[in-house]
């Protein structure tokens, strides 16, 4: 096996492991192991999203109490925002 194919399987493999982080919202571990992921394929679209996601799915969970009493337009909004800055 490569050196280069070697980083690839291991970004693959560090990738999966912070898809299942972000799943069990464990936000910090999930872009720790995003950037692992990125810094093995650098430019891999994938591992640049899912960084960017997790920083936003973050950053939503840390205001959830404030969302649960606003109407659902806002929310949208809201989001809508947050998607805007990201991109």
Known sequence: ??????NERLGVCTNDKGECLLELQDFDAAIVNFEKALSCSAGNPRYSFNIGKAKFDKSMS????R??????????????????VLS
Do not use: I, K, N, R
């Open 1 to 6: 096996v490569s050196h280069q194919e070697y």
């Open 62 to 65: 840390q205001h959830e109490d």
């Open 67 to 84: 969302l649960e009493g606003m109407p659902f337009t806002a929310q949208v909004q809201l989001f809508q925002a947050a998607a805007e």
